[in-house]
C-alpha cells in the first residue's frame, strides 16, 4: 500500500502536544487539543468521548514527506473518504459522526469527529491489480499472503477475484504481509476475522465499480477496522483516498508494467527528474508543479464524486 506506514502512532497519551511532537519535525497543532496520535500526513487530536482525525495538506513521494504542501489536500482526501463512507454505508457501520458539528473552525473541511474505537491489530489490504508489495511477491513465491496465485501474471494485472491481503502495523518501517490464519490469532476470534475480510472485500469491490464507471481503477486499497463499546464492528480511518490506496487512471492502463497514479505521478517525476536520490530530506516543490498537483487532486474528487469541489467546502462550511 502506498501509505499502511503513513501512521506511525507515536503518543504519549499522557504528554502536552508539544513535548509528544518534540523530537520529530514541527508541526501544526489545533488549538486547545491533545495530539494523540500523528501520522505522515494526518493528526488525531482528543475531543473528550470522540476523537478528532485531521488530514493535512502535507504530501509524500517514495515514502518522504516534502516541506511544501499542497493546497487543499487535505480536504480533497477528507471529502472523497467521506463520499465512500456514505456509499458503502450498508456493508458496515463507520466512525464517522460529523464534517461541522463539534469541528473547529480553522480545520473545517479537512477533519472528521469520529467515534472512538478499539481498533483492530490488522490492516486489511485489498488488491484488485498485482502490484507494488504484492507483485514482489508473487514474483518471489507465486503466492501473496498465502494465497497462491496463477502462473504468468504480469505487473499491473487484474486479479480473477480481489484477494484480501492483510499486513500487521509495524511500529517502525513497512507493514508485515501476514495470511488470513495470522488475522485469526491477532483479533482472536474466527467469525470477526472472517466478517473482517469479507467486508473488505465489498467495499473495495463497491468503490472499485464505482470508481470505474468514473474512468479510475482502484487498484488496491489499505481499510482499518474498529469495535465499539457493544463489540459491532466499524469502519474507521479513512477509506479509498490516494494516501490509503491505489488509483490509476483507466485510460492508458496497460499491464506488463507499472501504472502512473492518478494524484501523485506528477510530483514524483518532477521529484525523479531533479536528481534526488529519494532519501530525506525531500526537495522543496516548485509553485507550478504545486499548482497542477492541487489541481490534479481537485479533479480526482470532482470525476470520483460527481460534484464540484466547491460542494464539499460549502457543506463542511470550510
Ligand atoms: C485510531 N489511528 C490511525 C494515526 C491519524 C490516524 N475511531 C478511532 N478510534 C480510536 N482510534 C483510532 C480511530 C480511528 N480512525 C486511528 N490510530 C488510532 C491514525 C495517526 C493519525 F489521523
Known sequence: MTSSKDETVNCGLSRAPSEAVASLERVTTVAGLTLLARGKVRELYDLGDDLLMVASDRISTYDVVHPTPIPDKGKVLTGMSAFWFDLTNDLVDHHVLSYSDGVPEDVRGRAVRVRRLKMLPVECVVRGYITGSGWKDYQATGAVSGLELPAGLQESEQLPEPLYTPS????????EAIDFERTVELIGDRVLAERVRDVSIAVYQRVADHA????????????????????ALVLGDEVCTPDSSRFWPADGYAPGRGQPSFDKQYVRDWAAGTGWDKTPPAPAIPDEVVARTRELYVEAYERLTGEPFEAWLERTRA
Open 168 to 175: 500487521t502495523k509495524a511500529e517502525v518501517g513497512h507493514d
Open 212 to 231: 470505474r464507471e468514473h474512468g479510475v481503477i482502484l487498484a488496491d486499497t489499505k481499510l482499518e477496522f474498529g469495535l465499539d463499546p457493544d463489540g
